[in-house]
């Protein structure tokens, strides 16, 4: 009986033994083995060119025919085998021309591209997307101006790029006028052809077998490629201007106005004219008036065009020859009125600018006719409802920082 009790632990032995290597060869490796499916992101990016001006895919321009054959190779790779997770399109334009015209190209040029893939690939219909017109790529811009020494006047090229106090379209006048225009033929011919271009952001995403070690770790799964950084729009410049009408003055009219901005596209003028002073007997504006001007702006506040809608009181005493003296009616009923004007303010340099204006309206006068001599009486009273010419101007700017 001991010895049967002895043989079965033997075999019980024996058959642990067989069991636990059963075990380690099979229930191990299994576990070595094991797979799961995880989420995937590729993203790759295509860069096409575009003539100066123009929205029109030119496939002989530079590299757009191996670009775009690339480009069409891929998406149509990953349609078949993966899943095209969306689209994002992305044009800028060189500075060349203003920020607006350049936000419509540039939206152009996205549009475009959206439109040849959907031409091109009809599954692309089920996919998102998105197109964005960012208008001119400064930051790219900057780095490459920082890395060509061959620029003519770099120096001041990049201090024009980073003054705060112009705007895009104020810092372009200033580059076309650095040496003489020798810096921005430069960058027609080195730099400004690489602006002009679409970035295509194709992001695919499908699943990829991961076979998980024997001790499980948390799979990482890839980050997308980040998407480029929008160049941020345009803000309005934190200014304000002091400015005199240079016209006035030739006529012997002193006088001063300021302009505040209000908002992207508007501005508020007001001037104030004064001249107490008689230049001669047969020669004298004495007036003081004022003439304030809400403008709307095509561009930015104080920059490229505008129109303004003005109006107008002033008292006055005016000769211009010995016979007669104007005088608004007995000093207490000055002019008034209302009219349109157009206007262009260039940039000149640094804070300076010259603006032009003309505008026409309505003035109501009721007025005096004085003999044009010493205590020279008075001989009729005139009552007229003008329409004409009403303001006019050649005027030094100057832009001062607001607090």
């Known amino acids: 009986m001991q010895q049967f009790t002895m043989q079965k632990s033997v075999l019980m032995n024996k058959f642990l033994k067989i069991f636990l290597f059963l075990f380690l060869f099979f229930a191990i490796p299994l576990r070595a083995q094991t797979s799961v499916h995880v989420e995937k992101l590729d993203t790759f990016r295509y860069s096409l060119l575009f003539h100066h001006n123009r929205y029109e895919i030119d496939y002989e321009l530079s590299e757009n025919a191996g670009m775009m054959h690339q480009m069409d190779s891929v998406i149509r790779f990953y349609h078949e085998y993966h899943h095209i997770s969306s689209i994002d399109i992305f044009a800028y334009t060189s500075f060349e021309g203003t920020w607006e015209s350049n936000i419509k190209l540039s939206e152009n ?43 003519p006047s770099q120096k001041q090229l990049i201090e024009i790029i980073d003054n705060p106090h112009l705007n895009y379209d104020q810092k372009e006048s200033g580059i076309k006028r650095l040496a003489k225009g020798a810096t921005y033929r430069y960058l027609l011919k080195n730099i400004l052809f690489s602006q002009r271009r679409v970035d295509v952001y194709v992001i695919f995403h499908y699943e990829k077998e991961v076979v998980l070690p024997q001790i499980v770790h948390p799979v990482m799964v890839e980050e997308p490629k980040p998407l480029p950084e929008p160049l941020p729009k345009p803000v309005t410049p934190k200014f304000w201007a002091v400015k005199t009408n240079l ?11 300021v302009e505040y901005p209000v908002g992207n596209r508007f501005s508020i003028d007001f001037p104030v004219v004064y001249s107490p002073y008689t230049i001669k007997n047969n020669w004298k504006i004495r007036t003081l008036g ?13 920059v490229g065009h505008f129109l303004g809608l003005h109006a107008h009181l002033a008292y006055y005493n005016i000769a211009t020859d010995k016979l007669d003296r104007y005088q608004d009616k007995d000093g207490k009923t000055p002019l008034w009125g209302a009219g349109l004007s157009y206007g262009y303010v260039l940039p000149l340099k640094g804070r300076w600018n010259m603006e032009f204006t003309v505008g026409a309206g309505y003035a109501r006068l009721v007025y005096d006719v004085f003999y044009n001599v010493s205590n020279g009486a008075a001989y009729d009273t005139v009552s007229k409802n003008y329409w004409g010419l009403t303001k006019a101007g050649v005027t030094l700017v100057y832009k001062l920082d607001k607090k």
């Open 247 to 257: 016209l006035y003055w030739v006529t012997g009219v002193s006088n001063i106005g």
């Open 290 to 302: 004022i003439q304030p001007e809400f403008r709307w702006w095509w561009n930015k506040p104080m």
């Open 109 to 151: 040029r996205a549009l475009a591209i959206k439109k040849y893939l959907l031409n091109t690939f009809q599954f692309l219909e089920q996919v998102h997307l998105h197109t964005e017109g960012l208008s001119e790529d400064w930051n790219l811009f900057r780095e490459k101006a920082t890395g060509d020494e061959n620029i």
